[in-house]
């Protein structure tokens, strides 16, 4: 078992491709402006038509490019589908093609500048569904496959297959049974990936998995951009940073907004998961599990815990709809505090909050109704207490 589990983490860490294919189509590189081939083209067109920082951030070339950035940016929000697929270009021209990808450039800038590793990593979630949507119709799906994977094949017949390594290391950020080794078909090293209708096609499965390293690829480019900014730049960006840290700030209001009354007696952990989610985080299949049941158990509708979970950076209606179902008919019970501690979901520290602190406190629940008690208790002594009568005093 020792060896087992030693061969699945050396198999979990996998290297891309030593060497990248070459890529020159310059439509394909515009649609996936983050493709490492896209690099030298886009510094070629930069150099061609006069496009520096300056042109980029307030230049009248670059006003269309802004203006797509932004709806990019938008889209990676409010959005339950990622980024608008259609550009407002035609990038079967060299028009078009620039303002995709420089639109994609200034989105990048703008997420970088806003120093919130939380905001870059649902951007970069929300591009990398983009990318997944058009690949799934897209002829360039091989060279792209190739630039990302290092094993990876499609027979004449259109079923691909993947290398058991770059799939266990892509399907673990993946829900879904189909997703687990024991559902899938492993021979020689290879996993195939047969047709399931036409959501799961063979073809349909690459781009899935494709989009997990796509979208790591963006947020580790962002970051690295991040940390490289400085003051005079970040001062220049400061408008369109406001413009999407409110667009959050608005959206996570609004989510938390949806239980209504009684939300001030949720304990800190279910707070945490709840805000986790609206802000993009990837919440872990635990804190999942608690919020779902947690839910049920205060009564909440399915539809409002649904609701919960639509921020996150997997969010797929259909499954997400059953795994609830799935919750409630089972009438699954909330785990304790011992447990939401070791599996970093609980929100607070010694001090934090004085209920938490108390030696009987061992549940989400039970702090639910100590909070609820004590309301009452205050409720009634306001009830109680008599008016001064005229004189007094």
């Keep these: 078992m020792r060896g087992f589990k030693c061969l699945l983490l050396e198999l979990y860490f996998v290297p891309k491709p030593m060497t990248i294919p070459d890529l020159t189509d310059e439509v394909t590189l515009a649609r996936y402006p983050f493709l490492p081939q896209a690099k030298s083209w886009i510094t070629s067109m930069a150099v061609k038509h006069g496009i520096d920082i300056d042109e980029l951030l ?94 990876i094949s499609c027979d004449d017949k259109g079923i ?37 209708g036409e959501r799961y096609s063979s073809r349909a499965k690459v781009a899935r998995l494709l989009r997990e390293r796509m979208k790591e690829d963006i947020k580790q480019d962002a970051l690295e951009k991040m940390t490289k900014m400085d003051e005079s730049l970040l001062i220049r960006l400061s408008e369109p940073v406001g413009m999407i840290r409110g667009l959050v700030a608005s959206k ?15 304990p800190p952990c279910m707070r945490k998961i709840v805000g986790e989610l609206a802000e993009g985080v990837n919440v872990n299949h635990f804190g999942r599990v608690f919020l779902g049941s947690m839910s049920r158990c205060i009564g909440l509708p399915q539809e409002t815990t649904v609701d919960f979970f639509r921020g996150a950076p997997d969010f797929s209606e259909g499954t997400t709809t059953y795994q609830v179902n799935h919750l409630y008919e089972r009438e699954y019970t909330p785990s304790g505090c011992s447990k939401l501690k070791v599996n970093h979901n609980c929100a607070v520290r010694t001090g934090d909050d004085k209920l938490c602190d108390q030696p009987w406190m061992d549940h989400p629940l039970k702090y639910i109704r100590a909070k609820q008690r004590r309301r009452k208790r205050q409720e009634s002594l306001e009830v109680n207490v008599e008016p001064p009568k005229p004189g007094d005093g």
Excluded at 59 to 85: F, N, P, Q, T
Excluded at 88 to 114: C, K, M, N, Q
Excluded at 173 to 191: A, K, M, Y
Excluded at 253 to 266: N, R, Y
Aim: include cysteine; glycine fraction near 8%.
């Design 58 to 151: 307030d230049g009248v070339m670059m006003d269309r490019a802004r203006i797509r950035a932004r709806s990019r940016l938008v889209d990676s929000v409010d959005s339950k589908d990622g980024v608008e697929v259609a550009s407002i270009g035609d990038i079967h021209t060299e028009e078009g093609r620039l303002l995709e990808a420089f639109s994609f450039y200034y989105a990048r800038l703008v997420v970088g500048a806003s120093e919130d590793e939380r905001l870059i990593s649902r951007w970069a979630q929300a591009e990398a569904e983009r990318a997944q949507h058009i690949l799934e119709r897209d002829s360039a799906i091989q060279v792209i496959a190739n630039t990302y994977l290092s094993e």
């Design 252 to 266: 996570t209001a609004e989510t938390i907004a949806l239980i209504g009354a009684g939300e001030d007696d949720w």
């Design 160 to 196: 691909w297959k993947i290398g058991l390594s770059d799939f266990i290391e892509l399907c673990t950020g993946i829900t879904g049974s189909r997703w687990r080794l024991p559902n899938c078909e492993i021979n020689d090293g290879w996993v195939t990936l047969h047709d399931e």
